[in-house]
């Protein structure tokens, strides 16, 4: 979450597209107060089935929660939640690709 923080926080209001439901905010402040606060936020996670092993459940959780699963050098573009485009390696042709992806 930290590295899509600063990546929204890097970027200046003005090229950036609102959704509906943020319409109101028009000023750098307001946008970095925003930011802050959702980065703060406390995650409640829902685990579906009981798990055999504790130990592996943790361990599983703490690859996602200690790192990101799309590193911040990886996002090309991203717009508000709607799109994100990452680039990863293609290991058949041994060349970058671009992935847009929407929500």
Known sequence: ???VRDYLLGQP???LTMPPPLAHILCES???RLILTAGGQHWHIHLS????NGRKTVNYLGRYLKKPPIS???LAHYT????L???Y??????????TPTKK
């Open 30 to 32: 307001d946008w970095r």
């Open 85 to 87: 485009s990452f680039t």
């Open 49 to 52: 089935k009981k798990t055999e």
């Open 89 to 98: 390696l293609d290991h058949r042709t041994q060349t970058y690709l671009s």
């Open 80 to 83: 508000c939640g709607a799109t």
């Open 1 to 3: 979450m930290w590295l």
């Open 13 to 15: 209001l003005s090229q």
């Open 72 to 74: 911040g050098s990886r």
